[in-house]
């Protein structure tokens, strides 16, 4: 029973957590933060230029100031892109790494596997099975046992 409240009271510390994040989250990307900035930003700049008694000091400010609010409009766009290209092959890394760690799992455990019942275990087509099958082959992890079709298994390398 003890077990059982342990682990309500971590559900409502991580529902607690995601409501602090998401909240988090919502500011860091408001209206009201941006036009925050600009304003602190443009009198940053402006109270210093005057006091570094340089020319128009508050028109001169307002270049900075309109730097910060193009920044933040081109965010989202790049964010994007970064999502896309970069976040997106990372977790595929991982992916990847993930499901030939199953893989030598099974061998360990059954010590001959073909690419059947790894399709059937991990639900993952066999075009990608053969080829995490050569990428543990060429890190001298599996070998073939078979030349080629129905008869190929693979086993761990002794």
């Known amino acids: 029973m003890e077990e059982i ?17 998401e909240k988090d ?49 081109t965010l989202p ?9 970069v976040y997106l092959k990372m977790g595929q890394a991982e992916q990847k790494n993930e499901y030939k760690e199953k893989i030598l799992s099974m061998l360990k455990e059954k010590g001959r596997v073909a690419n059947m019942d790894i ?7 066999e075009r990608t099975i053969v080829r995490y099958m050569d990428e543990l082959e060429n890190e001298g992890k599996v070998q073939q046992v078979g030349k080629t079709g129905r ?7 002794s």
């Open 5 to 21: 409240e342990n682990l309500k009271q971590e559900i409502a510390q991580i529902k607690e957590r995601n409501r602090r994040v």
């Open 25 to 73: 989250k919502v500011w860091e990307t408001s209206f009201t933060r941006r036009l925050l900035l600009i304003v602190f930003t443009y009198l940053v700049i402006g109270f210093y230029l005057q006091a570094i008694n340089v020319g128009n000091p508050w028109l001169n400010a307002i270049v900075p100031a309109f730097g910060f609010l193009l920044s933040t409009l």
């Open 77 to 85: 766009f790049f964010k994007k892109a970064w999502s896309k290209y």
């Open 119 to 125: 399709e059937e275990s991990l639900k993952i087509p």
């Open 151 to 157: 008869g190929v298994v693979y086993e761990l390398k």
